[in-house]
């Protein structure tokens, strides 16, 4: 009977812990970003990752970072739904760009990012702050609705 009994709660905990995590799949979670400072170490792995460096000639932007391998079969779904979104919002007056990091390839930016499994998507705003992270596959409408705010010019007070 015991037997029984520690099968049961072990069936409940894995049943409850797999819709935690299905419900956090491919949802478009805050970091709340805007007070962390960007450290140098990660302002260098992200540019060495392509998220370029900032000039009066290409001011940076919002950035929707994905984080995606060759043997990963969900990342092509994320590829799409991006480019789509990205697609979408590109006659914005200050569109996203997207940037696609291979994580076989840059293992300390993920690692800097907390990347634990695939894919991994985040939106940085123009000064590198993460400002959301998505687990998954997003749902087009809500990336959508997270990068909006980033695409338009902050209102100036004069």
Not at 39 to 62: F, I, K, N, W, Y
Not at 91 to 102: A, I
């Amino acid at each position: 009977m015991t037997g029984i009994t520690l099968l049961l709660i072990a069936l409940f905990a894995a049943v409850a812990f797999g819709l935690v995590w299905q419900r956090r799949q491919g949802t478009v979670r805050s970091t709340g970003g805007t007070t962390a400072v960007v450290t140098d170490q990660r302002r260098l792995l992200l540019e060495a990752a392509g998220v370029g460096p900032a000039s009066p000639e290409h001011p940076r932007r919002a950035t929707v970072l994905h984080f995606s391998a060759d043997w990963c079969g969900p990342c092509a779904a994320v590829r799409r739904v991006v480019g789509q979104v990205v697609a979408d919002l590109a006659g914005e007056p200050e569109p996203p760009v997207e940037v696609e990091v291979n994580i076989d390839e840059y293992p300390a930016l993920a690692k800097e990012l907390g990347v634990l499994s695939l894919p991994t998507t985040f939106i940085l705003d123009a000064d590198l702050q993460q400002r959301f992270r998505v687990s998954g596959v997003p749902a087009a409408t809500n990336l959508r609705a997270a990068l909006e705010p980033l695409t338009r010019p902050p209102a100036s007070n004069s």
